[in-house]
């Protein structure tokens, strides 16, 4: 089993509506959590981080956190097609290492 | 900030040759991880350091890999020999020591080995 799994995708959404990206992680001690955005060809940059229980919002983002179920997803509201990119979910272990989804390829058609 | 600094951002080399990638992190950041990237595999930790010192390279995929940080400023990826298998997008990344501080990342060298 995989340490950090999302659904690959492709994810299409029309311009204007809400994408949702969802992950799961199978180590229950994990600590942080971090949704990175990478365009075609770029590096990942960091979108948000979230570290404890409930919703965490900035701007059109929300990232939403369950550790009972191990489950963590992201929320684009108002999507537009420069949000279209590969979406990467990363949890970060008490002991400092990082380990990362393989990644949810959105596009948002105009 | 200048960010996280990586050279070369090209590299292709023959099967067997020696490859050498090079990493500058962010100042103040206390913590280093290299990484590679395929489209079959994604994003593979392959090994980080906290402070200088290598906490974790278990995931070095052969004793042909090899990873130094001689200093705080300074880390190095070794391949050696290598084989096409190897080509990848290899990413560096910095962050401040805790669990609760992200990752920057670098703008990856693109490997490519015929």
């Known amino acids: 089993q995989k340490e950090v799994e999302q659904n690959s995708g492709p994810l299409s959404v029309p311009e204007g509506a809400i994408a949702s990206l969802n992950c799961t992680y199978s180590d229950r001690v994990s600590q942080s959590f971090f949704w990175y955005r990478q365009y075609s060809g770029k590096s990942p940059e960091l979108i948000m981080s979230?570290?404890?229980?409930g919703d965490k919002e900035d701007g059109r983002f929300t990232a939403q956190l369950n550790k009972a179920s191990q489950y963590v997803s992201l929320l684009i509201r108002d999507s537009q097609p420069s949000d279209s990119a590969t979406y990467l979910c990363?949890?970060?272990?008490?002991?400092?290492?990082?380990?990362f989804g393989a990644g949810t390829r959105l596009t948002v058609k105009p | 900030d200048a960010g996280v600094i990586q050279s070369p951002r090209h590299e292709v080399t023959e099967m067997g040759q020696e490859v050498t990638l090079r990493c500058k992190p962010i100042s103040g950041h206390n913590s280093l991880f290299w990484y590679r990237q395929t489209m079959m595999r994604g994003l593979e930790l392959l090994i980080y350091f906290n402070n200088n010192v290598p906490i974790d390279d278990s995931g070095m995929p052969e004793d042909r890999f090899s990873a130094k940080m001689p200093n705080a400023s300074f880390s190095t990826l070794k391949i050696q020999p290598s084989e096409p298998r190897d080509s990848a997008v290899y990413f560096c990344?910095?962050?401040?020591?805790?669990?609760?501080?992200?990752?920057?990342f670098g703008n990856g060298t693109r490997l490519t080995v015929t």
């Open positions: 990344a910095s962050s401040r020591t805790g669990h609760n501080s992200p990752l920057h």
């Open positions: 979230i570290y404890s229980n």
């Open positions: 990363a949890v970060r272990q008490l002991a400092g290492d990082m380990r």
